[in-house]
T-cell receptor
């Protein structure tokens, strides 16, 4: 694939259930980022991967949020015991450290609605 | 904590008018990027500026990086409805991570 892909595109879940969001970065991009975007707002940083390690998890809002990356490719963001405040679009981006100034390429996002 | 404040937060103008969006910080950045996001999509990179005082043009869009590399501006000439979207600036401070601005939501009225 040419770009960053995310799945599912939309997810509706009941409060208290766990959800798993997937990101497939651009092939060869070693850096991967997760952001949260609430309706009408800007981007809130969640976590950053360089390869399979996560040097910066500072944006994860609570211990209900976790993320992993395997094989320097796919990443999953897991939200346990979802709350209504978790409703947002979750965006993934990838970047090549060989590129210019860590320019990020974004996927279309996963719209999560917690009812 | 590095913060990037964008102004205005919202802007609605008539087609054909000119506009400027500002991105300001008290921090110095190694580079600064501008993205545009349309509804239902992820942000798309428009430009990266690296050198203090640098000016880059992309058709009707002109981007400038401040001399001290703490601020940037985006000027659009003869705005068109296709320019509608959320404009985000993002600064990189050498830590492999971008700090995104608060965003400017631009609406061009036909």
């Amino acid at each position: 694939g040419a770009g960053v892909s995310q799945s599912p595109s939309n997810k509706v879940t009941e409060k208290g259930k766990d959800v798993e969001l997937r990101c497939d970065p651009i092939s060869g991009h070693t850096a991967l980022y997760w952001y949260r975007q609430r309706l009408g707002q800007g981007l809130e940083f969640l976590i950053y991967f360089q390869g399979n390690s996560a040097p910066d998890k500072s944006g994860l809002p609570s211990d209900r949020f976790s993320a992993e990356r395997t094989g320097e490719s796919v990443s999953t963001l897991t939200i346990q015991r979802t709350q209504q405040e978790d409703s947002a679009v979750y965006l993934c981006a990838s970047s090549s450290i060989a590129g210019v100034s860590y320019e990020q390429y974004f996927g279309p996002g996963t719209r999560l609605t917690v009812t | 904590t590095q913060l990037l404040e964008q102004s205005p937060q919202f802007l609605s103008i008539q087609e054909g008018e000119n506009l400027t969006v500002y991105c300001n910080s008290s921090s110095v950045f190694s580079s600064l990027q501008w993205y545009r996001q349309e509804p239902g999509e992820g942000p798309v990179l428009l430009v990266t500026v690296v050198t203090g005082g640098e000016v880059k043009k992309l058709k009707r869009l002109t981007f400038q990086f401040g001399d001290a590399r703490k601020d940037s501006s985006l000027h659009i000439t003869a705005a068109q409805p296709g320019d509608t979207g959320l404009y985000l600036c993002a600064g990189e401070a050498g830590n492999e991570k971008l700090t995104f601005g608060t965003g400017t939501r631009l609406t061009i009225i036909p």
